[in-house]
């Protein structure tokens, strides 16, 4: 069966504390990974799109990678802004698309 | 950038009633989607489009139908709300051909009374 879980749950870090958030996947056929950001009250918001095992994207303070079976998010240096919700998406053949159900991350000053 | 755009961000109803919530992508995305999030169940699809008058069913289509006109409006109808469908709904739109992610509205947050 399709399956994307993220871990953990939630994070709690101090500010300027890096740490790693994890999305897992058993799926045949991958098409593409997705992280998006989601703050309290809105739709998801889009960051970063990864193809295939090697691949990493940076963009401020997060940097995402892939591996055949896992995606990790970086995150170096948080601030309190990068507190949200972080999901992952999978797209697989037949364009069929699977959310793990999010990492909420809290950054405290 | 691409936009997708929620009729409302807020809306209360009563039981019974039917509930329009309208969605309009400015990117020529040919697929669409409904989602409801819950606290600890993530996103679930409802319905989604992959052509103007298509529709499929999601994980979870009960109660609810959807109508496709136009390729950029996508719209989910509650036939008749229920207190169980009191919710965050929020619709995505994608590419069909393309590698590419979906795009998400702000949401529209429904009570239903």
């Known amino acids: 069966e399709d399956q994307v879980t993220q871990s953990p749950e939630a994070l709690r870090l101090q500010e300027g504390e890096s740490s790693s958030l994890n999305c897992s996947y058993t799926?045949?056929?991958?098409?593409?990974l997705f992280w998006y950001r989601q703050d309290p009250g809105k739709g998801p918001e889009f960051l970063f799109t990864?193809?295939?095992a090697g691949e990493e994207k940076e963009k401020e303070r997060l940097k995402a990678t892939l591996t055949k079976k896992e995606s990790f998010l970086h995150i170096t240096a948080p601030k309190p802004e990068d507190s949200a919700t972080y999901l992952c998406?999978?797209?697989?053949?037949?364009?069929?698309?699977?959310f793990g159900t999010g990492t909420s991350l809290t950054v405290i000053p | 950038d691409v936009k997708v755009t929620q009729s409302s961000r807020y809306l209360v109803k009563r039981t019974g009633e039917k509930v329009f919530l309208e969605c309009v992508q400015d990117?020529?995305?040919?697929?669409m989607f409904w989602y409801r999030q819950d606290p600890g169940l993530g996103l679930r699809l409802i319905y989604f489009?992959?052509?103007?008058?298509?529709?499929e069913k999601g994980d979870i289509p009960e109660g609810y139908s959807v109508s496709r006109e136009k390729k950029e409006r996508f719209s989910l109808i509650l036939e008749s709300a229920s207190t169980n469908q009191t919710s965050m709904y929020l619709c995505?739109?994608?590419?069909?051909?393309?590698?590419?992610?979906?795009?998400f509205g702000d949401g529209t947050r429904l009570s239903i009374l």
């Open positions: 995505a739109s994608s590419h069909r051909q393309r590698r590419q992610p979906q795009h």
């Open positions: 799926v045949s056929g991958l098409r593409g």
């Open positions: 990864l193809y295939s």
């Open positions: 998406a999978v797209l697989i053949t037949g364009n069929q698309f699977y």
């Open positions: 990117m020529d995305h040919e697929n």
């Open positions: 489009s992959y052509d103007v008058k298509m529709k």
